[in-house]
């Protein structure tokens, strides 16, 4: 699939049978900063207050408010006036709104960059990281990965396990928070992909060789120095990538 970000049209409806992705820098303005916080509730507010850098409560800031910016975008209502709602595991949902009842979405969030994910009547996930060789250690993955993805880690040259790592790490990670589970459900059970070059892809799973057809997987090309990736149920959609 090839990728492009693109500057989006005036009107971005979300129609059925179409994922609208959405990359945005954290990176924003003071003036927009305020305009973002303005729009956060008051829990979200706080919580952005207990963060120790300025840099992390900024970015976390941008990354909540452009999130209601995009969400009241498709539902033709403010930013303020939306309510959340939260998954047994965390995964958030719109709460009790008119017209959102069939519009799922995912956010993910590193470094200086944001994902967010939205469609209507099929649930959706997303992660980005930012790579780090220092973190992308044989001792993690041996804690996280499937034994099947731990030994196709160590078949690869060097130059290219850190990339292996967060291909692996941010398809487990987009999968499970598609289904809604979080880490509740154990990494180890399924298999992905992660060779660099080789197709994304959801190889097996444990208990349910439905899952196999259930959801399609996608890397996303998010920028240098990251890694990224979409979990979508079902395969009948037309996926759109636009630059927020």
């Known amino acids: 699939m090839t990728q492009t970000w693109l500057n989006p049209p005036t009107d971005t409806p ?22 973002l916080h303005a ?16 840099k992390d409560r900024d970015h976390y800031i941008a990354a909540r408010g452009l999130l209601r910016r995009l ?16 998954g047994a595991y965390g995964k958030p949902a719109l709460d009790g709104l008119p017209g959102a009842e069939d519009l799922r979405f995912n956010v993910s969030h590193s470094h ?9 009547g099929r649930d959706v996930g997303v992660d980005i990281e930012h790579m ?4 992308a250690g044989d ?7 499937s034994a099947h993805e731990v030994s196709m880690l160590r078949t690869l040259p060097t130059p290219q396990r850190t990339r292996a790592f967060f291909n692996c790490w941010t398809r487990k990670e987009a999968y499970i928070k598609a289904r809604g589970e979080g880490l509740s459900h154990p990494l180890d059970q399924f298999d992905v992909s992660l060779i660099p070059g080789e197709p994304a892809a959801l190889l097996g799973t444990r208990g349910d060789p439905q899952e196999l057809t259930r959801w399609s997987l996608h890397a996303l090309d998010a920028g240098e120095g990251y890694a990224a ?7 009948d959609y037309t ?3 636009w630059q927020l």
């Open 14 to 35: 979300l129609a059925d049978g179409e994922v609208h992705l959405w990359r945005a820098s954290l990176k924003q303005t003071p003036d927009t900063l305020r305009q």
């Open 239 to 241: 996926m759109r990538l």
């Open 112 to 120: 200086e960059l944001a994902l967010y994910a939205f469609a209507r």
């Open 139 to 145: 001792d993690i993955a041996a804690r996280f990965f």
């Open 71 to 86: 969400l009241g975008l498709y539902l033709a209502r403010s930013p303020q006036s939306l309510r959340f709602t939260y």
């Open 229 to 235: 990736a979409v979990v979508v149920q079902g395969t």
């Open 39 to 54: 729009t956060l509730s008051a829990d979200e507010s706080g919580k952005a207050a207990r963060y120790h850098f300025r």
């Open 132 to 135: 780090r060789a220092d973190f």
